[in-house]
């Protein structure tokens, strides 16, 4: 694994005109059914990161390519699972990933949108929440708002990491940036907290109302 890591990272380092192509199939197959559990790329976007902070790659691209591949990436999981309805789970590969297909389908229906939203950063149910929203006809529209608001947020979260360090390695000049940055990925952080505790109040609520009696 590691070598894989190393052997991609030179590539995006030596050829910096594929840079962003690569950056796009690495969040593509990260979000991409099934897929999304073989790919190491958490530890190359923190790589990724540490390259961009450095200066030797463009920090606009990389965003660019990287929102686009994770966007792409749930939305082809969540045709699959819309095209091929509840029958995908008793075929390969999901009928040997049932554990994480049944955490998917038990987060979805709890969460419903939110499911969507927070499941790109939880990495156990992160490549099948999105397939799992097609099985269950969620709404496309909302399901594409959910995709593109995670994916959004979910790359620079990703890179930030790698990228603060490797500014951090830099002169006291950076201090500022880094600072905003990290105030941004906090402000991030809670907000999506701040979500899930929202949706947790919600739903018993919710129940309790459905299960009151009549008088």
Known sequence: MDQI???????????????????AALTFGESLLIVGLLIPAT???????????????????????????????D???YIVGRWLGPSIMR??????????VARARLFFYKYGFASVLMG???????ATIPTVAGIMRMNMMSFQVANILSAVLWVPIMLAPGYITARSLGTA??????????????????GV????????KRRPTRTAR???PVS
Not at 91 to 100: F, M
Not at 193 to 200: A, E, F, K, N, P
């Open 43 to 73: 530890a190359l976007l923190l790589l990724i990161g540490g390259l961009v902070g450095s200066g030797t790659l463009p920090l606009v691209p990389v965003l660019i390519w990287g929102i686009a591949g994770a966007i792409l990436g």
């Open 193 to 200: 907290g701040l979500l899930i505790m929202m949706v947790r």
């Open 210 to 212: 459905r299960d009151r």
């Open 91 to 100: 075929r390969w590969p999901l009928n040997r990933h049932r554990s994480a």
């Open 173 to 190: 000049e950076n201090a500022q940036q880094i600072g905003l940055v990290v105030g941004t990925i906090a402000s991030v952080v809670i």
């Open 5 to 23: 890591i190393d052997t991609v990272g030179q590539f995006i380092e030596t050829n910096q005109f594929w840079a962003g192509p690569v950056i």
């Open 120 to 126: 790109r950063f939880l990495g156990p149910i992160r």
């Open 75 to 77: 939305a082809v999981s």
